[in-house]
């Protein structure tokens, strides 16, 4: 079976860095332009499931491709962004500012990250990995449409590595990665494809932060 892991489409926080986590951000235009090229992406591949986020800028992007592959929308709590508690709508500086050491630790050993209120990546992708086992029973090509840590979380998750390699993947927003399962075998065939958004002027380059 096929599993596509789909970041869904910029928001403003995004372009300026902000953190995100729960905060119920919806796409901005270029967001929604992004949506409307993944989901053209997806219309031949023969989608039997879409699971999604259950927040605005993943469930926006969703819809896209979800139109374009005529297949419903399953909205997943399991999906839902990393809380990172006081750090949601901060931006960059003002946690360098503000959270120094706790950031430090999040850029050099982000399996030990722990701020008050916030997930850590283990108790993410505890979540994460049951939400995984349900969509796979759904189908043979299965599309999860979420966010930056879950779709980091979930390639670790196929290539059996542990979270200190967290930093070692980048996804960028609606970009594509694809995991192929043949029996109790996993191969990561695709990480953070952008190809469907190439040749337009509003394509930046993300920071991972």
């Excluded at 372009?15 to 995100?20: A, I, L, P, Q, S």
């Excluded at 990393?82 to 709508?89: C, I, L, R, Y």
């Excluded at 500086?93 to 999040?106: G, M």
């Excluded at 992708?125 to 980091?152: E, F, N, P, Y």
């Amino acid at each position: 079976m096929k599993i596509y892991v789909v970041r869904h489409g910029e928001t403003t926080w995004n372009k300026e860095e902000v953190f995100r986590g729960r905060k119920d951000i919806p796409l901005n235009d270029t967001g929604l332009w992004q949506a409307e090229r993944t989901g053209a992406f997806f219309a031949d591949k023969g989608v039997s499931a879409i699971y999604s986020s259950p927040l605005a800028r993943a469930k926006q992007t969703a819809s896209r491709i979800g139109e374009a592959s005529r297949v419903p929308i399953k909205v997943d709590d399991a999906f839902i962004d990393m809380d990172f508690g006081a750090w949601e709508g901060l931006s960059l500086a003002a946690v360098q500012q503000w959270f120094p050491q706790p950031l430090d630790i999040w850029r050099k050993y982000p399996h030990r990250f722990r701020v008050q209120g916030a997930e850590t990546l283990a108790q993410v992708r505890k979540r994460v990995k049951k939400g995984l086992q349900a969509a796979t029973m759904d189908g043979s090509v299965v599309v999860i449409v979420t966010h930056r840590v879950i779709c980091k979380l979930l390639a670790l998750h196929f290539l059996g590595v542990s979270n200190r390699h967290f930093w070692k993947i980048k996804c960028d927003p609606a970009s594509i990665t694809l995991a192929e399962q043949n029996g109790d075998e996993t191969t990561l065939s695709m990480v953070n494809q952008t190809l469907h958004l190439q040749g337009s002027a509003i394509c930046r380059e993300y920071r991972d932060f």
